[in-house]
């Protein structure tokens, strides 16, 4: 799995709300096009190219064929995000403590 296939695949607006359906739970091709004014196809499209980045997989139910999500992809991707959040976390929280350091418009 490479991350920069990853968030290629997640940078479209269709594929990101798939991987925000599937967060639910499993869903079948069908469940996956309702939210959607897209074709079938086009939804099928969309979740080969998930697939290829390795977001998600396609499970075994009778006669159905789930979409679920890879937790294991989704793991190593927010462990490469989390040193990103760490840092803007503390930046924030380094704003919010000068801005509290900092006279009101009253005190003034």
């Given amino acids: 799995m490479a991350l920069d296939q990853v968030f290629m695949a997640l940078g479209d607006p269709t594929r990101l709300a798939i991987v925000a359906r599937l967060l639910q739970g499993e869903a079948t091709v069908a469940e996956l096009c309702a939210p959607f004014v897209l074709k079938q196809p086009t939804i099928s499209r969309h979740l080969k190219v998930l697939e290829a980045a390795g977001l998600i997989e396609t499970g075994r ?3 159905r ?5 890879r937790p294991e992809t989704m793991r ?5 995000v989390e040193p990103f959040r ?3 976390e503390g930046r924030l ?3 919010e403590d000068l801005s509290r350091q900092q006279p ?3 005190e003034r």
């Fill in 93 to 95: 929280d380094r704003l």
């Fill in 104 to 106: 009101t418009h009253k």
């Fill in 61 to 63: 139910d009778a006669t």
């Fill in 76 to 80: 190593a991707v927010a462990d490469w």
């Fill in 86 to 88: 760490r840092q803007w």
């Fill in 65 to 69: 064929r789930p979409r679920r999500l």
